[in-house]
C-alpha cells in the first residue's frame, strides 16, 4: 500500500480569552438552597467546572463559556433563578462574512483538530452571497466511480504547482525540445499566507513556515521574514520579492521552496529572469490583486510564460474597485478566470492560486469547483490563534501593499499569546488545516471524486442558487417582499 | 381545556383494514386530544412577566388576566410567581385587560425573555420553537404572537407564500379566535388522506389519514421512549413511524402496522423477520443532512443495549458504509427491491433519497426498479450526529428538489403511478403544505417530533450521554427524563395542530383534499427581493 497523506493532529487548547455565545445569570441570592437543586444534575458539569474556577485564585478572571444552553437548569430550578442570555462580546466578534459562529467554529477545529461534528440539522440561513449560494453536488446510486466510506483513504488531495506543458515538442532528430516541467506537488490543495494586514511578529511567520513543513505544503513569507526561518523549514517557504530584493537575497532564494513570488508589476519579467539564472528551476508565481479586470491580465501574464498566479481577494473574497467598494465574489470573478482560459486554450497549463474570504473548509472546496487550482489561507490561520477578526477586514488585502502601514494592533489582541510560543502556533495551524482537510475528503467522498485535481472548475458538481432557483421556483409569481403582511 | 375528537373518522380513511402481517398483537392508541404541559417546572415563553418589590399582594392582576398568567390562590397572601409562558406580550394592549396599566401600584413590568432569544437560530426561529411546544401542549393552531408558519432563514419556504397570506383578503390567523368546538365541526369537510400505493400491483393499497409520516431515528440515536411516542401517535392518527438503521426493539411490535423497517446500508438489525411483520419497508440510499456519507453513531451512545440490537461491540462508534456497495445501477437497484418483495409479498416498498443535481433521474429509476414511495430527503433535513460541513454543503434543499421530481415524473408519464414524500427541513403545516402544493405528495417529519417533546436544538445530541433532555439518548438517567404517556400525547396534539391548519388552509383555497393540492403552485407565490 502506497503511503498516506495524513495529518498529525495533536489537541492543543487555546491559550488566548475565548468568548462563548451564551452568558447564565444566576439570582444566588434568592435561592432556598432547596433539596432539588439542579445545578449538581448538568449533564456537562458546567455549574461545577465553573465553582471550581471561581475558587481558584490562579484561574483568570473570565467565565468558562460551557453552557451548551440545553435549558434543563433554567428550566427546572424550583425557584425559576436561572437565565440565559446572549453574550453581547460574542455577538462583537468579527463582522458580516467572518461571523462569531464561524470564529468559534475555528477555534475549535485549531483546538482538536477534527472535522466538527454535531447534532441536529443545519441551523443557519437559507443561503447567503458568495460561497454560500452553492452546494456541492453528491452522487446518489449509480456512479461507479464512487467509492464510500471505504475508499476514502485512497482520495487524493494533492495539487501541482507549475507550468504544465501540454504536448512534448522533439526536433527533426529526435531530441525532445520542450524544457523539462519542474512541478511542486504538494499533498494539500492550500498553501499558508501571509494575513491580510501586518502583523509584523515574527512569530507568526515562523509557525506558519513550521506547519508548512508538517504540513508538506508551502507558506508564503515576506523576504524580511524569511531569512530569519530556520533551516530546517526555509525549504517550505515561498518568499516574497521585489526586483530590487533579490541580489540581496540569492541564499534565501536558494534555500526557500521552489517557488518565489512577485508582486505584479511592469518589471515582473525582468525580476523572474534574474531568479532563474540564480536557481533555474524555481518557479515564479505572479501575486495579483483581484480586480475586475484581472482576467485579463492572468491571459496577458500567462502568455508571457508566467504559470503560476496568486489571486488575491479582500478579507471577503471580493475584487478590489477603483472606487474602493467590494466587487464581484471570488466565485463569480474565478468563474471569469477559469472560462477565459479554456477559451484562450491554455487553462491546463497554468496554475491558479486564490486567496481572500477562504474562512472554511467548504470555501476550500467551492473556490476549487470555481476554477482554482488550490487555495491560499490567510485570516484563518490568525483566527486559529485567537484573532476575532477586530479590524475592518474588508478594507485590508493581502497584496503585500498595506505591509508598511503602522502598526494597528490593539493592545490585548489574542494572538499576541501566540506569536512568542512558536511550537504552540504551528501545532494550532497544523490542527486547523487537519480538520480542513478531514472535511474536504467529506465533500470529496460525498462528490464521488477521487482526487481533487479532478474537482477544478468541475462546476457540474455544483449547484448554484441563481440556476437552481430559477428552475424550481421560475413558475411562481413573484412578489415584492413588501407586500407580505406582518 | 379538553377537546375530544374521537368522532373524527375521516371519511375516506375509515377503513382500518387489518393489513399488517404482524403475528403479534397490536395496540391501538386513541386519537384524543388532551391538554400536555412542559415536563419542565418553568417553561419557557417569548415574553418575561417581572413582578418588581413593590407588590402588594393586591391580586388585581390575576383577576384582569385573562390567560392565566397571575394566580393568588384562595388563602394566599401573595401572587405566586407569573406564569409567564403564558403571556401574549404587547398585543394584550389592546384586550384592555393587561396587567401592566391596571397594576394599582406599577409593579408589573413584561419584556421579551432573554431565555427565548437564547433559542433556535434562522432555520427555526425561537418563535417555531414555542409555536412547536404550544401545538404540543395544546393540540392547537398557536397564539398570534408566535410565528408558526414560517422561519427566519431567508430562503426556501420562508420565502414561499400563499397568495391569501400575502394579499391580506384573508387573515390565516383567524382560527385562533374561533372556539375548539367550531374547528372540529369544519373538520369532517376536508380529507386530508393519502393513498401510499399507486402501482395497481395487487399490493395493499395503504391509506394513512395524514400526509404525514414519521422520519427514521434509530435505538441509539433516540431513546426507545422517543420511537415508542412516535409510534403510538401515528398508530393514533393511521399512519406510520419508521424504525432507523438501528435495529427493531421488542417494544415496537405492538404497532407493527404502523411501523416501517428501514434498510440502510449497514444493514445494522435488518432480519428477515423484521422485514415480514410490516407493511412498508423503506431502503435508505442517502440521509439529506448527510448526503455522500453513511450513518454515524459516536462511540459514547454505543451501549451495550443498543449494540445487542446492532449486533455490534459498545463503546465503539458505528458508521454505516455509503453508498450500498450492491448497487450501482438500476438494475441493482431492482434487484435489491425485488429481494424485499420476495421476503414480505405484502409489503410496500419505499426507496429514500438525497437530493443531488439527478435526483430526477434517481426518482425515475426507482419508480422502474419497483418502488411504491419515493422520498426525497433534502439537505437541510435533520441527524442525530452529522459533520457539519455536510448539513450545510451538499446536495440542495428539498425546496428545489420537489418540483424537479414532480415535473420529470410527470413529464415521464408515471407521476400518478408512485408515490412521492418530501422531508429534510419540513417544520410546519404551513412547510407541508407548500412542498405538497410544490408536487410532492405527502411528507416526512422528525425534527418537529424532537421540538413537540422540548427539544432545544442544542446540538449536543450526537456525544457524551446524549442529549441533556432525555429523547436522544440512551443514558438510563437520562431517559427517565421523559415519560412515554406524556410523550405520546404532545405528538398527537402537534399532528391535530397540524391538521386543523391544513384543513383550514385547504378550505381557504376551496379545496376538498390535501390530494387535490398536490402540484397547484399557482396558489403559490415567492416573494422577491427587489
Known amino acids: ?486 | 381545556m379538553t377537546t375530544t375528537i374521537a368522532d373524527l373518522k375521516m371519511r375516506n380513511g375509515a377503513k382500518f383494514e387489518r393489513l399488517g402481517n404482524s403475528d403479534y398483537p397490536q395496540e391501538t392508541v386513541e386519537r384524543k386530544v388532551r391538554p400536555v404541559p412542559d415536563r419542565y417546572r418553568n417553561a419557557i415563553g417569548k415574553f418575561k412577566v417581572d413582578r418588581l418589590a413593590n407588590c402588594i399582594g393586591c391580586g388585581k392582576c390575576g383577576e384582569v388576566c385573562a390567560y392565566g398568567v397571575h394566580l393568588k390562590p384562595e388563602g394566599f397572601k401573595y401572587t405566586i410567581r407569573p406564569k409567564d409562558y403564558l403571556c401574549i406580550g404587547p398585543a394584550c394592549l389592546e384586550t384592555g385587560r393587561d396587567c401592566v396599566s391596571q397594576c394599582p401600584e406599577k409593579a408589573i413590568r413584561v419584556r421579551l425573555n432573554p431565555n427565548a432569544e437564547c433559542l433556535g437560530d434562522p432555520r427555526w426561529s425561537s418563535d417555531l420553537v414555542l409555536a412547536t411546544w404550544h401545538m404540543a401542549e395544546t393540540g392547537h393552531t398557536p397564539p398570534p404572537h408566535l410565528e408558526y408558519r414560517v422561519g427566519e432563514s431567508g430562503g426556501g419556504f420562508d420565502k414561499i407564500r400563499f397568495k391569501f397570506e400575502v394579499d391580506g383578503s384573508e387573515s390565516v390567523t383567524a382560527d385562533v379566535d374561533k372556539t375548539a368546538d367550531q374547528q372540529l365541526e369544519a373538520l369532517p369537510e376536508i380529507d386530508t388522506g393519502l393513498e401510499l400505493n399507486r402501482r395497481n400491483d395487487n399490493r395493499p393499497r395503504i391509506h394513512i389519514d395524514i400526509p404525514v409520516y414519521g422520519g427514521g431515528m434509530s435505538f441509539g440515536s433516540v431513546s426507545i421512549n422517543t420511537i415508542l411516542a412516535k409510534a403510538r401517535a401515528m398508530t393514533a392518527w393511521n399512519s406510520f413511524t419508521c424504525t432507523g438503521e438501528g435495529g427493531y426493539p421488542d417494544r415496537l411490535k405492538p404497532y407493527d402496522d404502523h411501523v416501517i423497517t428501514q434498510v440502510a446500508t449497514g444493514l445494522f438489525g435488518v432480519r428477515e423477520e423484521t422485514i415480514q411483520r410490516v407493511r412498508i419497508v423503506e431502503f435508505k440510499y442517502a440521509q439529506g443532512a448527510k448526503p455522500g456519507l453513511g450513518g454515524h453513531l459516536l462511540g459514547d451512545k454505543n451501549t451495550p443495549d443498543v449494540a445487542q440490537m446492532r449486533g455490534a461491540v459498545a463503546g465503539n462508534a458505528l458508521f454505516s458504509p455509503f453508498p450500498f456497495h450492491s448497487v450501482y445501477s438500476v438494475e441493482d437497484h431492482k434487484k435489491h427491491l425485488d429481494w424485499i418483495k420476495e421476503v414480505n409479498p405484502r409489503c410496500l416498498v419505499s426507496v429514500k433519497v438525497s437530493t443531488p443535481t439527478d435526483v430526477d433521474m434517481v426518482a425515475v429509476g426507482s419508480y422502474y426498479a419497483g418502488a411504491h414511495i419515493i422520498h426525497l430527503d433534502g439537505s437541510y433535513g435533520g441527524t442525530g450526529a452529522a459533520p457539519d460541513i455536510a448539513k450545510k454543503n451538499i446536495a440542495m434543499p428539498i425546496e428545489y428538489a420537489i418540483p424537479k421530481v414532480h415535473k420529470f415524473l410527470a413529464a415521464e408519464g408515471i407521476r400518478d403511478k408512485v408515490t412521492l414524500i418530501a422531508s429534510g427541513g419540513i417544520r410546519t403545516a404551513y412547510d407541508a403544505l407548500k412542498a405538497i402544493a410544490l408536487g410532492a405528495d405527502g411528507v416526512v417529519v422528525g425534527t418537529v417530533e424532537m421540538i413537540a417533546l422540548g427539544c432545544v436544538r442544542c446540538s449536543t445530541c450526537e456525544s457524551g450521554r446524549g442529549c441533556p433532555r432525555g429523547i436522544a439518548s440512551t443514558d438510563p438517567e437520562l431517559v427517565d427524563l421523559m415519560g412515554l404517556d406524556w410523550a405520546t400525547q404532545r405528538l398527537i396534539n402537534l399532528q391535530n395542530s397540524w391538521r386543523e391548519q391544513m384543513v383550514s388552509v385547504l378550505r381557504k383555497l376551496g379545496l376538498p383534499s390535501i390530494q387535490s393540492l398536490r402540484g397547484r403552485t399557482d396558489f403559490l407565490c415567492y416573494l422577491a427581493d427587489e
Not at chain 1, 78 to 102: F, H, I
Not at chain 1, 148 to 157: C, D, F, N
Not at chain 1, 379 to 403: E, F, K, P, W
Open chain 1, 1 to 486: 500500500m502506497p503511503d498516506r497523506y495524513h495529518i498529525h493532529t495533536t489537541v492543543t487548547p487555546g491559550r488566548f480569552h475565548r468568548v462563548g455565545k451564551f452568558g447564565g445569570v444566576d439570582w444566588r441570592e434568592d435561592c432556598a438552597r432547596c433539596s432539588e437543586c439542579v445545578k449538581p444534575l448538568c449533564n456537562y458539569e458546567v455549574h461545577e467546572n465553573e465553582t471550581n474556577h471561581n475558587r481558584d485564585p490562579l484561574a483568570a478572571v473570565q467565565p468558562l463559556y460551557e453552557c451548551k444552553a440545553c435549558f434543563s437548569c433554567v428550566q427546572g430550578c424550583t425557584k425559576g433563578l436561572l437565565s440565559l442570555s446572549v453574550n453581547p462580546e460574542y455577538l462583537d466578534m468579527g463582522d458580516e462574512y467572518w461571523k462569531a459562529d464561524l470564529i468559534h467554529s475555528t477555534w475549535v477545529q485549531a483546538d482538536m483538530g477534527k472535522i466538527p461534528v454535531s447534532g441536529a440539522g443545519y441551523r443557519g440561513p437559507f443561503h447567503g452571497p458568495g460561497f454560500d449560494s452553492i452546494w456541492t453536488d453528491m452522487s446518489e446510486i449509480v456512479r461507479p466511480t464512487r467509492d464510500g466510506i471505504h475508499g476514502r483513504e485512497y482520495i487524493s488531495t494533492s495539487v501541482d504547482i507549475g507550468p504544465k506543458p501540454m504536448r512534448l515538442v522533439f526536433s527533426a532528430d529526435g531530441k525532445m525540445v520542450t524544457p523539462p516541467s519542474h512541478l511542486l506537488e504538494i499533498p494539500l490543495p492550500a498553501i499558508l499566507d501571509i494575513p491580510a494586514w501586518p502583523v509584523r511578529e515574527i512569530g507568526v511567520a515562523l509557525a506558519r513556515a513550521s506547519a508548512a513543513r508538517d504540513l508538506q505544503t508551502m507558506a508564503v513569507l515576506f523576504a524580511e521574514d524569511a531569512v530569519a526561518v530556520p533551516d530546517r523549514d526555509i525549504g517550505s517557504v515561498v518568499p516574497i520579492l521585489s526586483g530590487e530584493d533579490i541580489e540581496k537575497r540569492r541564499d534565501l532564494i536558494k534555500k526557500a521552496s521552489g517557488m518565489v513570488q512577485l508582486l505584479d508589476g511592469p518589471e515582473v519579467a525582468t525580476a523572474a529572469a534574474e531568479i532563474r539564472k540564480l536557481k533555474p528551476r524555481a518557479i515564479v508565481s505572479i501575486r495579483l490583486t483581484l480586480r475586475p479586470n484581472t482576467a485579463d491580465r492572468v491571459v496577458e501574464l500567462s502568455r508571457q510564460g508566467f504559470k503560476v498566479l496568486h489571486l488575491c481577494a479582500d478579507q471577503h473574497g471580493c475584487e478590489r474597485t477603483s472606487d474602493g467598494m467590494p466587487g464581484r465574489h471570488i466565485k463569480d470573478a474565478l468563474r471569469e478566470i477559469h472560462g477565459r482560459l479554456v477559451q484562450e486554450g491554455f487553462r491546463d497549463e497554468v496554475t491558479l492560486i486564490t486567496s481572500g474570504g477562504i474562512a472554511l473548509a467548504e470555501h476550500m472546496a467551492k473556490a476549487i469547483i470555481c476554477g482554482s487550482d488550490l487555495v491560499a489561507v490567510d485570516t484563518a490561520l490568525l483566527v486559529s490563534l485567537g484573532c476575532r477578526v477586530c479590524l475592518n477586514a474588508h478594507s485590508l488585502l493581502i497584496d503585500g501593499a498595506d505591509r508598511q502601514s503602522p502598526e494597528s494592533r490593539h493592545p490585548e489582541c489574542p494572538i499576541k499569546s501566540a506569536v512568542s510560543d512558536v511550537p504552540y502556533a504551528t501545532r494550532r495551524m497544523v490542527n486547523l488545516m487537519g480538520a480542513w482537510h478531514g472535511q474536504l475528503i467529506e465533500v470529496l467522498g460525498a462528490m464521488g471524486i477521487r482526487e481533487v485535481r479532478r474537482l477544478r472548475g468541475e462546476v457540474g458538481r455544483a449547484i448554484f442558487r441563481e440556476e437552481i432557483e430559477k428552475e424550481a421556483f421560475g413558475d411562481l409569481e413573484r412578489i415584492p417582499l413588501q407586500r407580505v403582511s406582518a
